[in-house]
């Protein structure tokens, strides 16, 4: 059979005939170029990068290179690191392949997302799309770039498209499931979660969103139960104890939350969201431990350089926090709320924060432009936001 066919059964997720149907063709020769690109690409996927870069290697032997050398050689520079390589390599194959190969398209995209490059990256995908359709990995990384550029409206068809052609792809579920979680749309994301489940049983990534999702809606009871459930499947997976942990300190169970938090330290397997549950828990306490609450919430903004949260409440804390210097809090306080408005340029508590602190360091021309941004920003269900910003500008004068 060609190398086309051998193509075509991977394109269609056929994978375990494809590798049997390449095997078989280099079982009968060694040299046969179609199987060893095809068995390059399904070594690159399964994270074997020597075995993809020695099949390669015989492929191309005596320098004779097509589109589909260059796109596994691509895959195995960016593995390395090599982001120029492996862009230039996507570039060769985007301008001469005929007919156009949508991998192409779709490999630069993941490595410009990879830069943040998200516009380059959104462009990419696009084209990708264009060219196949019917890929659902394609219209879900484009769905990602496109959340990524806070672009809402367009992301949640190609989520929808992605989920309808390969309705068995855990991460559709979770980011769908996340999405609609920030949106307030609760009952579709749990409802779309179960739906998952029955495609899915007991998958943890869509269990742990799920248990997220019911907490949220007040069934504390069940999303207990699932988080204890993971945590027991998997000790070791940091994700799953951070989530009891959060569950815990929500039913009260402050101690064994506490507890979990600090073990999880002690095994090197802190997240943000651990370390999180930690510093709200310290600051709960009677009375406060106010120093082990900024340490943590500290920890927790190193973690995830792309968590807000943290940093806004560190921040909060600073500013309230009465022992020690003023001047060096609000100062401590200033900067990491404004590393926060960086992480969330679309999130008003951090701006809020920052324009009390900054009317608390005697800076009011400052504070006032600030209040009137959130004034700006502020979403209208959010009237307590609006009120306290409302405030601020009138004590200010």
Same mark, same amino acid.
């Given at each position: ?88 390599? /996507? ?18 995209? /993941? ?26 990995? /394609? ?29 068995? /792809? ?228």
């Amino acid at each position: 059979m060609t190398t086309q066919s051998m193509q075509a059964l991977l394109k269609a997720g056929e994978v375990d005939k494809a590798r049997a149907l390449a095997e078989s063709a280099l079982s009968k020769n060694q040299d046969d170029r179609g199987a060893l690109l095809t068995l390059a690409k399904l070594a690159s996927v399964d994270g074997d990068w020597a075995r993809a870069e020695q099949l390669v290697q015989r492929a191309t032997k005596g320098g004779v290179e097509d589109a589909d050398s260059r796109l596994v050689k691509a895959a195995l520079a960016s593995e390395k690191g090599d982001a120029d390589e492996a862009r230039a390599l /996507y570039t060769q194959v985007i301008r001469e392949a005929k007919p156009p190969r949508a991998e192409a398209h779709f490999g630069l995209g /993941y490595l410009l997302a990879s830069q943040e490059d998200f516009a380059g990256a959104r462009k990419a995908l696009e084209k990708a799309v264009e060219l196949e359709p019917d890929m659902a990995a /394609y219209r879900f990384h484009l769905a990602r770039v496109l959340l990524a550029l806070e672009d809402l409206k367009p992301a949640l068809p190609q989520l929808e498209k992605a989920l309808e052609l390969n309705p068995l /792809y855990p991460p559709v579920y979770v980011v769908w499931g996340v999405v609609l979680q920030q949106l307030g749309e609760l009952e579709t994301a749990e409802d779309l979660l179960r739906q998952g489940l029955k495609l899915l049983p007991d998958h943890p990534d869509l269990l742990n969103i799920l248990s997220s999702i019911l907490a949220a809606r007040g069934n504390v009871p069940e999303a207990f139960g699932i988080a204890k459930h993971l945590a027991r499947e998997f000790p070791d997976d940091a994700s799953a104890q951070g989530n009891l942990a959060r569950m815990m300190m929500a039913t009260g169970h402050r101690e064994e939350a506490l507890e979990l938090c600090r073990s999880l330290a002690a095994r090197g397997l802190s997240t943000a969201q651990s370390k999180s549950v930690e510093a709200m828990l310290l600051e709960a306490q009677e009375p406060p431990d106010v120093e082990g609450a900024v340490n943590a919430w500290r920890e927790a903004m190193d973690l995830d350089p792309d968590d807000w949260a943290s940093a806004n409440n560190l921040g909060n804390l600073l500013m309230r926090w009465e022992e020690g210097d003023a001047e060096e809090r609000l100062t401590a306080a200033t900067e990491i709320l404004e590393e926060a408005c960086r992480r969330a340029p679309l999130r008003v508590e951090p701006l809020l924060n920052l324009a009390l602190v900054t009317a608390r360091r005697g800076d009011k021309v400052k504070a006032k432009a600030l209040a009137k941004d959130v004034l700006k920003q502020v979403p209208p269900g959010e009237k307590d936001l609006r009120e306290q910003a409302e405030r601020l500008l009138k004590t200010l004068g």
